[in-house]
């Protein structure tokens, strides 16, 4: 016995001595609150703050940066040349003073601001923007994302503040491509430096707040940068943390254990209604969910089946009681209204039964048919939930599916076959923040994620023809009239536009949250 | 001694080798492609072919093993493909982590599963048997992500007692290890009423009675020091356990550990962190069954290693 207890003894003493000097430094595994979460008088009456999401920031190399969690705290760091407004419906110009299009539209020159200095001290100006440039496209960089400048041929200097890009057609909507994380701006010298394995623990980008410390999957610590070129940061500290548990981060929002919980559920919001303590913000986000129809599939290329879908679903009731009435906005048209240039007037597919069945007679299915409806779990809110309430509906049409949940990798690989899923459901976005990239990849008849055997020769042309419209106004009209071939052929059934829901600490003020599930986190104040 | 336990150590190596293969194997023939994930859901494929090449997947299978093998025998562990990090430091940061938790879980399991199953099986059919084992049974039944989120609801949201994340280690470690530790501590508790009531049968134990040794010395004494071996290896099981990490409980805590790293590398396919995560975890795993067999023959001298 007595050895038995000194064995337990030793053990205890051991984890003592393990607990002190090992692992994260702070608190052994847990990660610690950033002095905001139990600070007392002085974190509540300071601007620190404590940010918790649902995954960890990956990368802090911009080039690398392939999710949104991961831009969203990126971009904190570092700016891009252009911006989206706080409402996310204009581009504005950031570290460009201004920016003209060649007349045969196969350059844009940009005149950049002045006096911006990277937090290294490197002075940001036209040759930074051409090294960035150059690292994304360079195949030896082997950036996931050089596609952000499809199109670039080359990137010339013409003065330390100007910088003339050439492009390999016209593109219209070239200053909103450069609103994306990708193309946002690192210091030359210290890519140099560190190299590419290295400059993700030494960032240095021109944005408002800077990298104090980060110790992987534990915290990051972003402080304010005193020499802002801008608008003076008033966020002194973030302290940024991934707790994946949805549950947690909701208490933790209520206990003030964090001051901004990305990601709520939206099952769970009803906790957080009636505390007064914490504010449920919710913006309507890029990302579209929908049933996917592969008309590979037998009766699926018949349009009048897939209108028959459209009116079996009751995306209405998807919204109001799967979703809460929160987790998602009543679709609108064909693709998010938060992506620009999307048609908001296209008829949604009230649930309509009685033309459902109609449409399954004339079609020649009076009796329905057996489907495979696949779904992932856990990728989108509620998402089995949703696929299994379709499949009720579809029953009330005499189609029988039958549910099948794969793990996302294999959901993927599924998907590419594109043989093998019939209906399934999916989420979609746009990384340009524009329709148009939606319609290359998933509705574009050779487009790369057209898993669904769309090819409609009208569609394609007006796609083929986007980069000769005269103007603005006119691609605008060309892509609400692909927008509309679509929908008119029931190509999809969308269901809702995802939104994302930010729970913050009632005396929390100034974050701004943009559809593309970036936000603003350096102007932060209590109040 | 020294000869059985050299001789261990050079035994593990073919089961590290086999361990790497059948891991190696797993996860490239699960179906998935990692150059996708890796590039993200709005890729193109162009984006999708520069990944695949980076990372030399569109080599074959054999080649990518065997650079796999060449790099791990020069102790590199690889770089993760989901955070451009190298594993091994990863695996430094939350490795000590999940031993901290499962030491401290193991511990305080042992302490009080021995102390229920010892009350149990002496006061068999009481109250206080039936007491214990109603314990047990709850710490056995009961999922950790609803004990942990309940601990958390009851003594972080309602009563306020506990901060959900804290500077202080031994306070950060409260939630987490009952959370982890129920389970060890019913299965312990299990294991040690059944293992006391087969020794306390026994007929030495009721030749030290009619000696007229005080009860306190034939359990304490005869009793527990026989049952303990049974006792030892399931504690070496659930040590064993934990150190493969607590997935649910790491979510739900943000305890920094191996479990979510390893599911979410699984998820992202990045087969690095998989197979030296795992790896790690076996080389773990066969020295806690190592260190019991040594405790056996510390425990109870008439065990001979050879």
Redesign the interface.
């Given at each position: 016995?007595k050895?038995?207890m000194a064995?337990?003894l030793a053990?205890?003493m051991?984890?003592t001595v393990?607990?002190?000097c090992?692992?994260?430094g702070?608190?052994?595994?847990?990660?610690?609150?950033g002095g905001a979460?139990?600070g007392g008088e002085t974190a509540e009456t300071s601007n620190e703050f404590t940010f918790?999401m649902g995954?960890e920031p990956?990368?802090m190399?911009v080039h690398?940066c392939?999710?949104a969690a991961t831009s969203r705290i990126l971009l904190q760091v570092h700016e891009t040349l252009f911006k989206w407004d706080e409402n996310s419906e204009n581009v504005i110009p950031w570290l460009v003073e201004t920016s003209t299009e060649a007349e045969d539209g196969l350059s844009w020159t940009f005149k950049l601001k002045e006096g911006i200095k990277f937090h290294d001290g490197t002075d940001f100006n036209a040759e930074a923007v051409k090294y960035n440039f150059e690292r994304l496209l360079d195949?030896a960089t082997?950036?996931?994302?050089?596609?952000a400048l499809?199109g670039v041929t080359s990137i010339e200097v013409l003065s330390d503040y100007e910088v003339k890009i050439n492009l390999s057609g016209r593109n219209l909507i070239f200053e909103q491509t450069l609103t994306n994380y990708s193309t946002a701006i690192m210091s030359p010298t210290a890519c140099e430096e560190y190299g590419l394995?290295g400059y993700?623990n030494h960032p240095a980008g021109t944005g408002p707040l800077k990298l104090e410390s980060w110790?992987?999957?534990?915290e990051m610590v972003l402080v304010k940068n005193e020499d802002y070129w801008g608008e003076e940061p008033t966020t002194d500290r973030l302290t940024v943390?991934?707790?994946?548990?949805d549950?947690?981060r909701v208490?933790?929002a209520?206990?003030g254990?964090a001051d901004i919980s990305w990601g709520i559920s939206p099952a769970l919001v009803e906790n957080l209604e009636g505390n007064e303590d914490v504010t449920v913000n919710t913006v309507t986000g890029y990302r579209t969910i929908y049933i996917a129809i592969n008309q590979n599939y037998g009766p699926l290329a018949d349009s009048r089946v897939r209108a028959a879908i459209n009116y079996a679903i009751n995306k209405r009731e998807i919204v109001d009681n799967i979703l809460y009435g929160v987790g998602g906005t009543y679709p609108s048209g064909y693709e998010s209204s938060a992506v620009a240039n999307a048609a908001t007037d296209l008829d949604p597919y009230e649930q309509d039964l009685e033309k459902a069945r109609q449409l399954m007679a004339e079609a020649g299915y009076p009796d329905g048919f057996d489907i495979r409806l696949n779904t992932p779990e856990g990728r989108y809110a509620m998402d089995r939930q949703i696929a299994e309430a379709v499949q009720y509906m579809l029953a009330e049409i005499g189609i029988n599916a039958t549910i099948e949940v794969l793990?996302?990798?294999?959901y993927?690989?599924?998907m590419?076959s594109k043989d093998y899923m019939q209906l399934f459901l999916l989420g979609?976005?746009?990384?340009t923040g524009d329709v148009e990239?939606d319609f290359l990849?998933h509705v574009l008849s050779t487009g790369?994620q057209n898993y669904y055997g769309i090819n409609n020769p009208e569609v394609d042309e007006i796609l083929n023809n986007l980069s000769s419209a005269a103007d603005l106004e006119e691609r605008s009209q060309m892509l609400y009239d692909a927008q509309k071939l679509v929908n008119d052929e029931y190509d999809f059934a969308t269901l809702y536009y995802e939104n994302q829901i930010v729970a913050t600490r009632a005396d929390v003020q100034g974050l701004v949250i943009y559809s593309n599930e970036t936000a603003d986190l350096a102007w932060l104040t209590r109040g | 001694m020294l000869k059985y336990i050299l001789k261990r150590i050079v035994s593990v190596i073919p089961v590290l080798l086999a361990v790497s293969i059948l891991v190696f194997l797993m996860v490239h023939l699960m179906p998935g492609d990692p150059a996708r994930l890796i590039a993200g859901e709005m890729a193109t494929e162009e984006d999708v072919e520069r990944v695949r090449e980076k990372y030399g997947y569109d080599q074959p299978l054999y080649v990518q093993y065997f650079r796999y093998m060449s790099n791990l025998l020069q102790g590199d562990l690889g770089t993760s493909t989901r955070t451009q990090r190298p594993v091994a430091t990863e695996l430094a940061t939350r490795f000590p982590n999940t031993l901290e938790l499962a030491l401290v879980a193991t511990a305080l399991a042992s302490i009080l599963g021995i102390a229920f199953g010892l009350i149990s099986a002496q006061l068999r059919y009481s109250i206080w048997d039936n007491i214990s084992m109603f314990i047990a049974l709850i710490g056995l039944s009961i999922p950790p992500f609803y004990l942990g989120l309940m601990l958390m609801l009851i003594f972080c949201v309602n009563l306020g007692w506990l901060p959900i994340s804290s500077d202080v280690w031994y306070i950060a470690l409260i939630l987490p290890v009952i959370t982890v530790g129920a389970r060890s501590m019913a299965v312990i508790a299990r294991m040690t009423r059944s293992s006391m009531l087969e020794v306390l049968n026994q007929d030495y134990i009721l030749n030290a009675r009619a000696h007229g040794f005080s009860e306190k010395k034939v359990v304490f004494g005869c009793a527990l020091k026989n049952s303990m071996n049974t006792i030892v290896t399931s504690m070496g099981l659930q040590f064993g356990t934990l150190l493969g990490g607590a997935v649910v409980t790491e979510k739900i805590f943000g305890w920094v550990g191996i479990g979510d790293y390893l599911v979410t590398a699984i998820k992202a396919r990045d087969y690095q962190v998989v197979q030296s995560t795992i790896l790690v975890t076996a080389v773990a795993f066969v020295f806690v069954n190592l260190f019991i067999d040594i405790l056996y023959a510390f425990i109870n001298p008439r065990i001979k290693l050879s």
């Open positions: 016995m050895k038995l064995l337990t053990l205890l051991l984890t393990l607990s002190g090992g692992g994260t702070n608190n052994g595994g847990q990660t610690n609150n979460a139990t918790v995954t990956t990368t190399d690398f392939t999710d195949p082997g950036s996931s994302k050089a596609s499809q394995e993700t110790e992987p999957g534990v943390r991934a707790v994946s548990e549950s947690s208490m933790m209520m206990t254990d793990e996302w990798g294999t993927q690989e599924r590419l979609k976005g746009s990384s990239f990849m790369g | -």
